[in-house]
């Protein structure tokens, strides 16, 4: 199997995973006491994360241990992130005075058929040259799909053929222990299906390479591609690629949309 295989089965299963897009089916907002969907118990904002409250009969169980009363449920911020399981089978997590529930059975998963994608072409595999930016500009005009500020780490500049660009380049997440660097982009592809039968997700989609953390020429490979998380599921917003990332090329390369089991586009 060769690497851009891995990267196709991949994901796939981080898709239909527990964790997947496809497993989430709330995320709430959680400003007050109130209930959350589908789930049982009452759940208020705390300093650090979110209190629930529930008797024993309900079936919460926070950090291996049922609840039977208050418990905090520590966020994502925390040095040791609380776990939380329900009845059958659902799980939570608290993020930033939200809590997502997750349904490894969910409906989204049992009728997910693949990640549609353009076929691979070495064609689509480029070079440009990054170029990191200072601390005062490094602070960000590109915003996350909550509205928060991402640091800008740099610039990218390639081309399309005879089309030149400059894309900014946000910090991303370590993966696998190493630093790396995310482009948020659109381009001509990005259309709604019914638009055009070679499009791509309307939102944009998002590539990532290693972040080394000083200028370099880099290796563009637009088959990877891949879809955000709100292409799979309304539960996510999506962050707006800057106006820089805009790409006037259509990039028939990397994944489209996700489809069901009958063909049809998730959304």
Request: with cysteine; aromatic share 8%.
């Amino acid at each position: 199997m060769t690497d851009h295989d891995d990267h196709v089965a991949g994901r796939a299963r981080w898709a239909t995973s527990p964790r997947g897009p496809l497993a989430l089916v709330n995320a709430q907002h959680v400003d007050h006491v109130q209930p959350v969907w589908p789930v049982p118990g009452t759940w208020a904002p705390a300093a650090g994360g979110l209190t629930v409250t529930a008797a024993a009969e309900d079936g919460v169980v926070v950090d291996g241990v049922p609840v039977d009363g208050e418990v905090l449920v520590a966020g994502d911020q925390a040095v040791v992130p609380s776990t939380v399981a329900f009845p059958d089978g659902f799980a939570g997590t608290v993020s930033g005075g939200m809590l997502r529930v997750w349904d490894p059975a969910s409906e989204a998963i049992t009728r997910f058929a693949a990640i549609a994608r353009f076929d691979r072409s070495d064609a689509w595999v480029t070079s440009g040259r990054y170029k990191p930016v200072d601390g005062l500009e490094a602070r960000g005009s590109v915003l996350d799909a909550a509205g928060d500020p991402l640091e800008v780490a740099g610039h990218i500049e390639t081309a399309f053929g005879s089309t030149a660009v400059r894309l900014v380049a946000v910090r991303s997440a370590p993966f696998q222990g190493s630093a790396r660097l995310q482009l948020i982009v659109q381009d001509a592809t990005s259309a709604l299906p019914e638009d055009n039968p070679g499009s791509t997700y309307s939102m944009g989609r998002f590539l990532y390479l290693d972040d080394l953390g000083a200028a370099a020429e880099v290796v563009l490979d637009w088959n990877l591609l891949v879809l955000p998380p709100c292409a799979f599921s309304y539960q996510f917003a999506c962050p707006i690629p800057p106006e820089e990332n805009r790409i006037p090329v259509a990039i028939t390369a990397g994944e489209r949309h996700p489809v069901d089991t009958t063909g049809h586009v998730f959304h």
